[in-house]
T-cell receptor, first 113, second 117 residues
C-alpha cells in the first residue's frame, strides 16, 4: 500500500532562515510526487510536482524539492523563509489513477520574526 | 479561468440528517475528486469521478456517495450524519487528459466546512 510520511509535525524557523521539510514515501511503482500548501481555512495550493526527469524541481514562491529514489524522499526546501510562508505543508503521492492521492499528515510551519 | 468552486462554504447539521455538497470544477476539467480533512485523520480520499463515472473509491462507508453530471459538476452526499463526519470536505479537479495516470495535476477548491451537532 502507498504511504507518505512527514516526520515533522511542527517546525519553527526565523524569518530569513533556510527551510527543509521532510517527506518519505512508500510506493511500488514510479512515484508521482507533490507538495501542497494550505493556509488556515483554505484549500490546497500546489507548490511543485515531480513526475520524471531532473530530480531537482522548482516550484512557486521560491520553493524547490529534490527527489531521491535511493532514500524514498522528496524534501521541500526554501533558502530564505518569509513570514507569509507560515502555513501547513502537505506532501502527496498520486496513484496510477490521477485523481486519487495519498497525503502525509502535514507539517505546520511557524515563522518567527 | 475561474478556479474550483464549492458550495456551500459552511454548513451545520444535526446527527441523523443528510447533506449534499457541490463542486464546480475548472472549465474543461473532466475529473473531480473528493477528500475529507479532519485533525485526527488528516486528508483522506473519498472518491473520484471522471466523465460521470466513479473511477476510484476510498475506504468510506456507504453513507458517503457522489455523482458527476454531464457538465463535470459533482455532488457529494452524506446520509445519516454522525458527529465524526464533521470535517473540511475538499474537492479537486484535474483535466483528466493523461489517461488517468498520476501526472494529472489536481486543483483544489476552498472546501466546505461541515459541522455535525
Amino acid at each position: 500500500a502507498q504511504s507518505v510520511t512527514q516526520p515533522d509535525i511542527h517546525i519553527t524557523v526565523s524569518e530569513g532562515a533556510s527551510l527543509e521539510l521532510r517527506c518519505n514515501y512508500s510506493y511500488g511503482a514510479t512515484p508521482y510526487l507533490f507538495w501542497y500548501v494550505q493556509s488556515p481555512g483554505q484549500g490546497l495550493q500546489l507548490l511543485l510536482k515531480y513526475f520524471s526527469g531532473d530530480t531537482l524541481v522548482q516550484g512557486i514562491k521560491g520553493f524547490e524539492a529534490e527527489f531521491k529514489r535511493s532514500q524514498s524522499s522528496f524534501n521541500l526546501r526554501k533558502p530564505s523563509v518569509h513570514w507569509s510562508d507560515a502555513a501547513e505543508y502537505f506532501c502527496a503521492v498520486a496513484h496510477t489513477n490521477a485523481g486519487k492521492s495519498t497525503f502525509g499528515d502535514g507539517t505546520t510551519l511557524t515563522v518567527k520574526p | 479561468k475561474a478556479g474550483v468552486t464549492q458550495t456551500p462554504r459552511y454548513l451545520i447539521k444535526t446527527r441523523g440528517q443528510q447533506v449534499t455538497l457541490s463542486c464546480s470544477p475548472i472549465s474543461g476539467h473532466r475529473s473531480v475528486s473528493w477528500y475529507q480533512q479532519t485533525p485526527g485523520q488528516g486528508l483522506q480520499f473519498l472518491f473520484e469521478y471522471f466523465s460521470e463515472t466513479q473511477r476510484n473509491k476510498g475506504n468510506f462507508p456507504g453513507r458517503f456517495s457522489g455523482r458527476q453530471f454531464s457538465n463535470s459538476r459533482s455532488e457529494m452526499n452524506v446520509s445519516t450524519l454522525e458527529l465524526g463526519d464533521s470535517a473540511l470536505y475538499l474537492c479537486a479537479s484535474s483535466p483528466g487528459t493523461s489517461g488517468g495516470r498520476g501526472t494529472d495535476t489536481q486543483y483544489f477548491g476552498p472546501g466546505t466546512r461541515l459541522t455535525v451537532l
